[in-house]
């Protein structure tokens, strides 16, 4: 049995399908690489049940793992890009897009949504590595400045679910003023007095870290996620030598003060939850 | 006049060694060459400004870091004519010599200066790293604005880097922390605050100081969230589409005054800043007391929404 009824369709699995063995049956871990039940990976919410490896996952499970009954109402699901500067490198932008929609299923890189969390309101911004590495333009810099404002006029605390390679270079400097735009926009969520929970996973780097992703009230991140502004490649090339061992990993950003808590995915409902409370209290 | 020529002012070189040479006839004083000089002066003139009217994209990058153009502290000096006292330290871990501040004064109004710097020769680019700040340096920027904020003085930022350092301790020190922290307290800042892109406007590491109530930029700088060449590499997977790269991330004043990302363009000399140094800071200087004329006029509350609202509407997307 799952741990999540799976509701009509179905939720669009992010992730393990194309991992999976053709069977659909097994998952191999990428770092003990141990073959576990696809079924027991999934029960185990995409953690590794030998050695703890959290799996990437997307805005559809993160929602259902974390909003009651798996429900809430989603927000602008129709914004998409509109490439003002009819960007082309080795392809168009726009077809870029379209190609990268009808991949995913998903219209950008970030959802957004209102739920109950253990009982609290909780209005949720969630990015989708799979579309164009979850980077940042100009839809999902409205969409979280958007969610900001239903949580303001709602009274909801902010979850913030990062999961990106940082700005979306083929929205050049657009793409970089979502960076000055989001962080704007939190310092009216603090106005409020509203909670803003920062959640970084694996990846989350460049102007994502940058900007909101470093702001929360409580920062908090999945253990072994790379967390980092400049990618590990570029500080490597800058320094000439190897990184060190665990070099951006969540417990280095946690031991050099960035960080409040690491939280393993399993736990991450109940946390939520006993976080929630503390601010309502 | 400057005698370093980039790649694209070549037709400029030739009618220069003309010039020298007829000048050197005219020392030794046995020909007349006055008219010969004259008409070479204006050709030069005249190429010069055909050269300048058409600058492409690239162009404009090579122009905003061309060797001989000034730097923060060569703005800072001749705006406050010496009237400049700089200020060191973030408080924190130690003093960042990619980014410079302190106290100045234009027109008998203190100001508060903050700008990245880079250095004019071998020994002093290493000095200021490049104009690449660590962690510190955003910091030490914060530090200032505060400073400024508590006593009422408007805030002017230079902007002119490659981008934030992107080394071991950069990371280890918070470089992505420090930088959305500036952004946030940026946007809250209750004194006018006014930015000017002097020379490379490098993402995050020059947003990092860059949320003002003017964004303005000098006619060849370039302002994007990746350089050229960096885009290149990633998009293309090689150096050799730069000058595309350039084109297509719309990163120069012109295109980014189009596109609404910044409030206005401050016009270069012919030749660029470093062919007319004086002209250029007599320029900014005016631009500088022009917008906090009508800064000043505003209530730290009106301007702080404004300033918000202008960041919140930046972005394109389609609804439906
Ligand atoms: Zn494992």
């Keep these: ?281 | 006049m400057s005698n370093a020529l980039l790649d694209f002012e070549k037709p400029l070189e030739e009618l220069q060694d003309q010039l020298t040479k007829a000048k050197q006839i005219q020392e030794k004083g046995k020909v007349n060459v006055d008219s010969v000089i004259k008409d070479l002066e204006s050709k030069i003139e005249k190429t010069r400004k055909d050269l300048y009217s058409n600058l492409s994209a690239w162009q404009r990058v090579q122009l905003s870091r061309h060797p001989e153009r000034p730097y923060s502290l060569d703005y800072i000096n001749a705006i406050t004519d010496g009237h400049f006292t700089e200020l060191f330290g973030d408080r924190q871990v130690k003093d960042d010599k990619a980014m410079i501040g302190g106290f100045g004064e234009i027109n008998g109004q203190t100001v508060m200066f903050v700008g990245q710097q880079k250095g004019n020769n071998t020994k002093m680019r290493q000095y200021r790293n490049f104009g690449m700040p660590n962690p510190e340096g955003y910091r030490k920027a914060l530090r200032l604005f505060k400073l400024a904020e508590k006593f009422n003085k408007p805030i002017v930022t230079l902007i002119d880097t490659p981008g934030a350092y992107p080394g071991l301790e950069a990371e280890e020190r918070g470089q992505g922390e420090a930088i959305a922290r500036n952004l946030y307290e940026m946007s809250i800042l209750k004194v006018p605050v006014i930015c000017i892109i002097i020379g490379e406007g490098a993402s995050g590491g020059a947003l990092g100081i860059g949320i003002g109530d003017r964004v303005l930029m000098l006619e060849n700088t370039w302002y994007s969230v990746i350089s050229p060449e960096s885009c290149s590499s990633i998009l293309w997977r090689n150096w050799d589409n730069k000058e595309r790269a350039a084109d297509a991330l719309k990163l120069t004043a012109i295109d980014m005054n189009k596109l609404k990302l910044i409030d206005g363009i401050v016009q270069e000399p012919v030749g660029g800043a470093h062919s007319n140094p004086g002209g250029m800071f007599d320029t900014v200087k005016a631009e500088i007391i022009k917008h906090l004329g009508v800064l000043n006029g505003l209530s730290p509350e009106e301007r702080v929404k404004r300033r918000i609202d202008k960041f919140c509407s930046m972005g394109v997307y389609k609804e439906g």
């Design chain 1, 1 to 281: 049995m799952s741990w999540f009824k799976r509701i009509k369709e179905g939720i669009t699995t992010s992730t393990s399908e194309k991992k999976e063995t053709p069977e659909g049956l097994w998952y191999k871990c990428p770092s003990c690489k141990s073959i576990i039940p696809s079924q027991e990976h999934e029960d185990n919410m995409w953690v590794c049940v030998k050695c703890g490896y959290h799996e990437r996952i997307g805005s559809a499970e993160y929602f259902a793992i974390l909003f009651d009954d798996q429900k809430f109402e989603e927000f602008n699901m129709n914004l998409t890009s509109d490439d003002p500067l009819e960007f082309v490198d080795t392809k168009k932008y726009s077809e870029r897009l379209i190609e990268s929609q009808k991949k995913t299923g998903l219209k950008d890189a970030v959802r957004t949504a209102s739920g109950m969390c253990n009982g609290y309101p909780l209005t949720i911004a969630c990015m989708d590595f799979r579309f164009i590495g979850g980077s940042m333009g100009a839809v999902m810099g409205e969409k979280i400045a958007r969610a900001i404002d239903y949580s303001i006029k709602h009274k909801t605390p902010f979850l913030m679910i990062s999961k990106s390679g940082g700005a979306r270079m083929m929205e050049a400097a657009f793409s970089l003023m979502q960076m000055a735009k989001t962080s704007a926009k939190l310092t009216q969520l603090s106005e409020a007095k509203l909670p803003y929970i920062s959640f970084l996973t694996d990846p989350t780097t460049g102007g994502v870290t940058a900007s909101f992703a470093m702001l929360g009230d409580l920062n908090i991140a999945e253990p072994g996620a790379l967390i980092g502004f400049a990618g590990p490649r570029v500080v490597k090339e800058t320094i000439g030598k190897d990184l060190p061992k665990g070099f951006q990993t969540s417990e280095f950003v946690l031991d050099h003060g960035f960080l409040d808590i690491i939280v393993n995915r399993t736990e991450l409902r109940t946390k939520m939850g006993e976080i929630l409370g503390y601010f309502a209290h």
